[in-house]
């Protein structure tokens, strides 16, 4: 054997314990097959999936997993979307359904990655956390034979008593934040602990997430409610205009609330190139918090929603409700009330209809159904040629109405949309030349119905209604919490180095005593033996160097550098 190769040997024997742990990760071993029957192969398959490796692996097939639920819709999210998907794309449609991809987050094949990952993470952490408590209950090792051998070191001689050598070292190390200790003729000493338990706490931070998403998920609640102003709210589940849950959820799991919405109020630019652009959305509400909460004004604008517990209610859209009247044919109102109606455009050019169900009897006392297309602009301009808004604010609104009487089939079982009219069974009324009777309707307005059927008004309120979406998701605190964590952990674990100092002293031959310092780090850095190079600054300050015996050599120490001599 060359020397070489004998240096090498000594040096891997004897920085073993020195070098050691300086890390929690487990140690990778070559992974052979087992041999040991089933109980081998369960032990080698659990070693494979604690390995972080494979957490890291998994953690990347999740991310791509993920990829479509973003680009596909889903069920869940929006079922109207996913139908619509299915019947443009009849050949994908059945593939994509045979392996999930339109609820993708709830498929089987995502929830198995899921969990694998959930327990990789867990068999990781958990023999990590041991051996770092360890570690921080044990010592740092001693210093090794050969301090020479470590990639940063330093020495010289001083009239200084060995004991005083050691005893000013531990006290600076001490000083400067290490954990150290005399062991034997040398000062052992470490720093940067806090690498590793920033390494610990960014694992344990990705399973508090994957803990927050699941519980996200699964008991999540998602509703929509559309108020017209001084409608009221509770929060159950049959108020709701649209809702959609989680599959664990309970209607229980509601948080108990209640608010009114007292007031809407929308400005926007009137002049320059960005004239009709929203400058603020505020609705103003008065909630009260479980059955007889106190109750409280507040407002609520665009991305600042009411936070109440877990759930969040969020400002989404806004319109106007023209209030209506409708009489029969004897002048007794049979319907008064706001219509709100969806907007088209930028300018809340807004349709809808009006459905009188119940009351309504024509001239000959037959009881029928009426029901009316409505057409609203909040800002008529006829200049403009179209019945079109100029602008999103009530400046000139105008109400655009044709009437029509029969079955609105509202009592066939057949579930339908109350901004849609269902015309199979209704006839249109007809103006004086067989044409359909329509009307453009100011505020005050009134168009008569013909053969004295009665009449529909546009009162001169207008009223305007209010979105909301109420939102609860129980795990958004603890993802929160467990990103912050994450960031934290990730920054200690990459830019706090962990590191070892020994400080030997012993007395030479001639009586003079020799000082030895050495640094060793996780990697290769310039911190340790910068760090090192400091140190011994200030302890030769306290112990002077001696003169060679040979010559007069200059006193300053040797200064630290990477690679000793060998």
Known sequence: MSTTETDKSQDQEDLGAAGSQLSTAPQEEISTPPSLGVIGWVRWFWRQLTSMRVALLLLLLLSLAAIPGSLIPQTGADAGKAEDFRAAHKT???????????????????SAIY?????????????????????????????????TRLPAYTTWRTQADPEQVREAALALLKKRRFRAHLAGDAVAAEKGYLRELGNLVFHIAL?????????????????????????????????YDDFKSGSLFQNDDLVPFSFDLKDFKGTYELTG???????????RIRYSEGAYGKGRTTTVKVNEPLKIDDAKVYLVSHGYAPVVTVRDGKGRVVY?????????????????VVKVMDG??????????????????PTFDARSGTMLSQFPALLNPLLAV???????????????????????????????????????????????????????????????????????????????GGALAAIFG?????????????VRAVRGADGVTVVEMAGLGRSESAKVPEELGDLAGILYDQAPGAPDPDDDASESPVVPAEGAEK
């Open 92 to 110: 994908l449609a059945p593939v994509y359904d045979k392996l999930g991809l339109f609820h993708v987050y709830s498929s089987v094949w995502f």
């Open 115 to 147: 969990i694998l990952l959930f327990v990789s993470l867990i068999g990781c952490i958990v023999p990590r956390t041991w051996q770092f408590v360890g570690q921080l209950r044990g010592r740092p090792p001693g210093a090794p034979k050969r301090l």
């Open 273 to 283: 190139p960005n004239k009709g652009t929203p400058r603020t959305f505020e609705a």
């Open 336 to 352: 008064q009330d706001a219509v709100p109606l969806l907007p088209l455009d930028g300018n809340v050019t807004s349709n809808g």
């Open 402 to 480: 044709n009437a029509y009487h029969g079955d609105l089939g509202v009592n066939s079982g057949i579930p339908q949309s109350v901004y849609q009219l269902d015309k199979s069974h209704m006839k249109a009324f007809k103006d004086g030349k067989g044409q359909l009777l329509k009307k453009l309707l100011k505020p005050g307005d009134t168009l008569t119905l013909p053969n004295g059927a009665g009449s529909i008004t546009f009162e001169k309120d207008v009223k305007e209604w209010a979105g909301f979406e109420i939102v609860q998701e129980p795990g958004s605190g603890w993802a929160l």
């Open 207 to 239: 399973i508090v997430l994957l803990v927050a998403f699941a519980t996200g998920q699964l008991y999540k609640s998602d509703g929509t409610k559309l108020m017209v102003e001084g409608d009221g709210f509770s929060n159950a589940l049959p108020m």
């Open 490 to 502: 990730l920054a200690a674990s990459l830019f706090i180095q962990r590191r070892r100092v020994w």
């Open 360 to 377: 309504y009897r024509d001239a000959k006392g037959k009881k029928e159904q009426l029901g009316f297309q409505a057409f609203f602009v």
